[in-house]
């Protein structure tokens, strides 16, 4: 494949939780648009490098590294390996993150503390540190929620916190980083297919009805949002905030 048809040829990509469900699938859709992607993964290294040799027999390249992004060093460590291997940060995508539920009035100070190292202290750290590595075109993709818009369901309240911090960190960044010639964006998903909701999962008849396409998103459905914001053809889209929810917000 020659690289006008690979948009991203010449671009390092980093993905992180990009070894299972939607992070994969945009692992594979950047490598499959040109760009070499370092994806960083906590629990799951066989899952990781089941990733990695998909990019590869497909003709691309990855790399998988260690980090749990609710741990500030490792995820610093992670990303100055990248750059320190590949020589620049091109594209980061911020799509680790956890879900975890319960009442407001229930919910245990640790889980909020975990689910706040990962879905923000994480998401920030790992930009500040790969900005340090990024130039003009640098683009910066959040994985938000649908949550934000509308949530459907009780004990998300803290979720829907760290979705709706990062929602803001976007706009605050599109401030900073404009002038440097860096766009930032979020995409939201909906309701999609992966480890954390699945399509056979316990809320799945709550979501269905509501989703005006009659189905539960795919990683590819976020994949393919994140390629275009990441793209030349996205130069001039900083602090939007895509749906990718089939309708589920509307």
Do not use: C, W
């Not at 939780?17 to 499959?32: D, P």
């Not at 916190?161 to 002038?179: E, I, N, Y």
């Amino acid at each position: 494949m020659n690289n006008s048809s690979r948009p991203l040829a010449g671009k390092i990509a980093i993905v992180t939780g990009g070894s299972r469900s939607i992070g994969a699938a945009i692992a594979r859709r950047l490598a499959a648009d040109g760009a070499t992607v370092a994806i960083t993964y906590n629990a799951s290294p066989e899952r990781a490098q089941a990733v990695v040799q998909e990019i590869a027999s497909a003709g691309g390249q990855a790399i998988a590294l260690a980090a749990d992004a609710g741990y500030p060093e490792a995820v610093r460590a992670a990303v100055g390996e990248v750059a320190s291997r590949f020589g620049k940060i091109d594209i980061l995508v911020n799509n680790a993150g956890i879900s975890l539920l319960g009442a407001p009035q229930e919910f245990s100070f640790e889980d909020f503390q975990r689910i706040l190292a990962v879905n923000v202290t994480g998401v920030f750290v790992a930009t500040q540190e790969a900005l340090r590595h990024m130039g003009q075109g640098g683009r910066i993709i959040h994985i938000g929620s649908s949550v934000t818009h509308y949530v459907g369901l009780a004990t998300a309240s803290a979720y829907t916190l760290t979705k709706g911090a990062v929602t803001g960190f976007t706009r605050g960044l599109v401030r900073d980083l404009g002038p440097l010639g860096i766009t930032v964006n979020t995409v939201h998903p909906g309701p999609t297919d992966s480890d954390m909701n699945p399509v056979d999962g316990p809320v799945a008849d709550l979501f269905l009805p509501s989703i005006a396409l009659g189905r539960y998103g795919e990683g590819k459905d976020v994949a393919n949002a994140v390629a275009f914001l990441a793209s030349a053809d996205a130069e001039f889209i900083s602090g939007a905030e895509l749906m990718v929810d089939g309708g589920f917000t509307a």
